[in-house]
């Protein structure tokens, strides 16, 4: 694995966390825990969302003139995360138990699902496309807060 694969390899891991801190918290009904958990999972996927949106999918787009292939359906999948992400606030604010767990297991599901795919076929697409590409592990650097 290359930087890129590595950096944002290494985020997914650092959302997983916290995204079990998050569920846990939440489905056994330990609500200011479960505010705090909650907030900060959604604040790391949101730079992690937003940075390959922002920075590592229009690089890949620019270097292979792919615009309408795999970073197409991941910018998708973002929006279906972020709905669901919106949907455990929401169970949050109601401290909905039932709700909060569901919204959780579908959100679960979909991340494990985009991450391989990330991980096994885009990354490192963008590790081949971007090599050398030093200015983008900078910003991605930065990007990719813990
Ligand atoms: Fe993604």
Same mark, same amino acid.
């Not at 996927?45 to 949106?53: F, I, N, T, V």
């Not at 615009?67 to 929401?90: C, K, N, S, W, Y």
């Given at each position: 694995? %290359? *930087?890129?694969?590595? #950096?944002?390899?290494? /985020?997914?891991?650092?959302?997983?966390?916290?995204?079990?801190?998050?569920? *846990? &918290? @939440?489905?056994?009904?330990?609500?200011?825990?479960?505010?705090?958990?909650?907030?900060?999972?959604? @604040?790391?996927?949101?730079?992690? #969302? %937003?940075?390959?949106?922002?920075?590592?999918?229009?690089?890949?787009?620019?270097?292979?003139?792919?615009?309408?292939?795999?970073?197409?359906?991941?910018?998708?999948?973002?929006? /279906?995360?972020?709905?669901?992400?919106?949907?455990?606030?929401? &169970?949050?604010? &109601?401290?909905?138990?039932?709700?909060?767990?569901? *919204?959780?297991?579908?959100?679960?599901?979909?991340?494990?699902?985009?991450?391989?795919?990330?991980?096994?076929?885009?990354?490192?697409?963008?590790?081949? &496309?971007?090599?050398?590409?030093?200015?983008?592990?900078?910003?991605?650097?930065?990007?990719?807060? %813990?």
């Amino acid at each position: 694995m %290359s *930087a890129l694969s590595t #950096l944002y390899s290494d /985020h997914h891991r650092v959302c997983d966390a916290a995204f079990a801190d998050a569920e *846990a &918290a @939440g489905v056994e009904g330990r609500w200011p825990d479960a505010e705090v958990a909650t907030t900060r999972f959604a @604040g790391l996927m949101e730079a992690h #969302l %937003s940075s390959e949106e922002a920075s590592l999918f229009p690089a890949f787009e620019a270097a292979t003139g792919m615009t309408h292939g795999p970073t197409q359906m991941m910018r998708m999948e973002h929006e /279906h995360m972020r709905a669901l992400i919106a949907r455990l606030q929401r &169970a949050l604010t &109601a401290k909905d138990t039932d709700e909060f767990g569901g *919204a959780a297991e579908t959100l679960l599901v979909l991340m494990q699902q985009h991450n391989l795919k990330e991980e096994r076929m885009l990354y490192p697409m963008c590790d081949q &496309a971007l090599t050398g590409n030093t200015a983008l592990e900078t910003t991605a650097r930065s990007q990719l807060v %813990s």
